[in-house]
């Protein structure tokens, strides 16, 4: 998972200072439950997060089968969970609400190459279908139907121009600009569900 070899690692190596990040530490506790039928929650491993630690806590832990997930037959349309039927309820009586669209933002140190990055994004929307998903009505009910191919565009905000010298003031245009897309509004029924925004900030990062 680490990608080094067996031999360098210690007992008390810590997992995060030799490599190991939240997507890494997930594929390891699930190869730990295949292996050893011992269920890890990921909190766990930042708790314990070398060999020796973690090994108490799977000593500790009563044993759990492992039961893989098995990808369902592709089909034209997938049935809502009972939360996806929630959403889609609240967001008819409320599609102007901004309410429930999930954010996030990740800090480039440095320059950030906005082809590479675009790149990356397009590999990810097409490995994972959940980002392909959008919601259609069939039969007068609500379903997801996956898009075979989507497109998400890089939007890029330069406030380099913007910024003066008061104290603060990069801080506030980073925000202003997150805000401005965190409360634009999806259509449901058009894929993609998902943006994202390249922020460039002068001499710091992205």
Known sequence: VLGVEKESLGMEDNFFHRGGHSLKGSRMIAAVQKSLQVKVPLAQLFKTPDIRSLGRFIDNTSRSAYSAI????PQEYYPLSFNQKRLWFIHQRRPDSPAFNLTGQYLFPGDVNPAILQKAVDKIVQR????????????????????????VPVEIRDITAEVT???GDLDRLEEDAFREMSNRLFHLERAPLLRVMLIKAPDRHN
Request: without cysteine; aromatic residues 10%.
């Open 70 to 73: 098995t990808p369902v037959e």
């Open 165 to 167: 010298a008061q104290p």
């Open 128 to 151: 994972h279908e959940s980002f392909r998903t959008f919601f259609v009505m069939h039969d007068d009910r609500p379903v997801q139907k996956i898009a075979p191919a989507v497109h």
